[in-house]
C-alpha cells in the first residue's frame, strides 16, 4: 500500500468526519454511497492505488473512499483501513 495514501487519508478523513459532524452525522444518502463505493472499488480501484483513468477519476476515488471511511467511523470502534484508524465521536 502507497504510503502516500494512508498519509493523503489521514489528512482527508477527519475533514470529512468534520462535515458530516457539522449536519448532525451521516444520513442515508451518506451511508448508500459508501455502500456503492465497495463495486466502483472493484471495477476501477487500481486507478486510485496506481493512477491512469480518465483526467480527475483518481482524485474522484479518492475522495470518495474518504468520505466513505468518515462514514465508517461512526460505527461503533470506528474503522481501520491503510494502516489508519477513524473513530467519530457523538
Known amino acids: 500500500m502507497s504510503d502516500h495514501l494512508s498519509i493523503a487519508l489521514s489528512a ?3 475533514l470529512h468526519i468534520a462535515e458530516l459532524k457539522a449536519k448532525g452525522g ?3 444518502a ?3 454511497k459508501a455502500q ?3 463495486q466502483i472499488l472493484g ?3 487500481d486507478i486510485l492505488l496506481f493512477g491512469g483513468g480518465k483526467k480527475g477519476e483518481a482524485a474522484d476515488q479518492f475522495n470518495r ?9 461512526y460505527c461503533p470502534g ?13
Open 36 to 38: 456503492e463505493l465497495s
Open 30 to 32: 451518506d451511508l448508500k
Open 43 to 45: 471495477e476501477r480501484g
Open 65 to 73: 473512499v474518504a468520505r466513505a471511511l468518515a462514514v465508517l467511523a
Open 12 to 14: 482527508a478523513v477527519p
Open 78 to 90: 470506528g474503522v481501520t483501513l491503510f494502516g489508519g484508524h477513524w473513530e467519530a465521536k457523538p
Open 26 to 28: 451521516p444520513d442515508a
